[in-house]
């Protein structure tokens, strides 16, 4: 950290540097999105097959909550994915009423692709910095992972 940044992080005040942050996180997540490949599945659909991928095998009721919208959302682009081939159903192991869901194959594959082609993108980017710079990153990405599993 340069000498001039150590001294404006000690002089900003916790919600002056949440505003900051919370803008150039949002800034980055719109140019990652922009970098992955165009295809006939919107960001809502990858997001679904992500949370999947991430969470394992899910009720659509788990899934609606995990991507923050009503049941009747979640089932269309349930529908959309099934109709495309990546998204399967299997019965809930315990409860007759329920399925899981989980990608398919191809679901999975999707989701490779895109975060491939995201990284691809922030490479780039990151080779054109310093190694000082870099440096600062790893540390705000180590911090910023933190806080992320803090919650509340």
Request: proline letters at 5%.
């Amino acid at each position: 950290m340069t000498e001039r940044m150590a001294v404006m992080s000690k002089r900003i005040a916790p919600a002056a540097l949440a505003a900051m942050l919370g803008d150039a996180i949002s800034r980055l997540g719109r140019r990652q999105r922009q970098a992955r490949p165009v295809g006939e599945l919107t960001q809502n659909q990858i997001s679904v097959l992500t949370s999947l991928e991430l969470g394992g095998a899910l009720t659509p009721r788990e899934l609606a909550d995990a991507e923050r919208v009503q049941p009747p959302t979640m089932t269309k682009v349930l529908a959309r994915l099934e109709e495309l081939g990546l998204l399967q159903r299997t019965p809930h192991p315990t409860d007759r009423r329920q399925v899981l869901l989980s990608a398919t194959s191809a679901g999975h594959d999707i989701v490779v692709e895109q975060r491939r082609a995201k990284d691809e993108w922030l490479t780039r980017v990151l080779t054109r910095l310093t190694p000082a710079e870099r440096q600062i990153l790893c540390q705000a990405a180590e911090i910023m992972s933190r806080i992320a599993r803090e919650g509340d």
